[in-house]
């Protein structure tokens, strides 16, 4: 079976396709949404201005509190759920709880919270939402300069 999710924001448009699911997946993995192969980030959670191998801008991106908003959502419910489990089963004493859970919560928030922040960007390069379909286009650039046109010439 072969999930195709992709978006155009014309369908008549001769822009290329971008599967959602493809960007998202190479986003998650660290990786450029459009090329696969250069590196997202320049620092931890810094996104690179652009891709090093195939030049995308990637500095539209506005992931902003989307990415710690999942993170939480999800180290949440499974530390909760493990909390509880272990409290059902086994009734152990509060400092083993937080010796088991602490170490958890933290390794899971700071492994997830990229991967969330690089799935979010691929998800909006895929969409070509804030500036990441935009192409400079010449002729749209003399147009859009054209300037008020003259009141005397307008047909009365
Ligand atoms: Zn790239």
Same mark, same amino acid.
């Given at each position: 079976?072969?999930?195709?999710?992709?978006?155009?924001?014309?369908?008549?448009?001769?822009?290329?396709?971008?599967?959602?699911?493809?960007?998202? !997946?190479?986003?998650? &993995?660290?990786?450029?949404?459009?090329?696969?192969?250069?590196? #997202?980030?320049?620092?931890? =959670?810094? *996104? $690179?201005?652009?891709?090093?191998?195939?030049?995308?801008? !990637?500095?539209?991106? &506005?992931?902003?509190?989307?990415?710690?908003?999942?993170?939480? #959502?999800?180290?949440?419910? =499974?530390? *909760? $759920?493990?909390?509880?489990?272990?409290?059902?089963?086994?009734?152990?004493?509060?400092?083993?709880?937080?010796?088991?859970?602490?170490?958890?919560? #933290?390794?899971?928030?700071?492994?997830?919270?990229?991967?969330?922040?690089?799935?979010?960007?691929?998800?909006?390069?895929?969409?070509?939402?804030?500036?990441?379909?935009?192409?400079?286009?010449?002729?749209?650039?003399?147009?859009?300069?054209?300037?008020?046109?003259?009141?005397?010439?307008?047909?009365?």
């Amino acid at each position: 079976m072969v999930i195709q999710i992709t978006s155009s924001t014309d369908p008549g448009s001769t822009e290329a396709e971008r599967s959602i699911l493809t960007a998202m !997946l190479r986003g998650a &993995r660290h990786l450029c949404p459009a090329c696969g192969r250069g590196r #997202l980030f320049a620092r931890y =959670l810094k *996104v $690179a201005d652009t891709c090093p191998s195939c030049a995308t801008e !990637l500095h539209h991106h &506005r992931a902003d509190d989307a990415p710690p908003y999942f993170t939480i #959502l999800v180290v949440g419910h =499974l530390v *909760v $759920a493990g909390i509880l489990s272990v409290e059902m089963a086994l009734s152990p004493q509060p400092w083993v709880q937080a010796l088991i859970w602490l170490p958890i919560t #933290l390794v899971l928030s700071l492994t997830l919270l990229p991967r969330f922040k690089g799935a979010l960007i691929g998800l909006q390069w895929a969409l070509r939402m804030h500036g990441f379909g935009e192409e400079p286009d010449p002729s749209e650039a003399t147009l859009s300069h054209a300037g008020p046109v003259d009141p005397s010439t307008r047909p009365s």
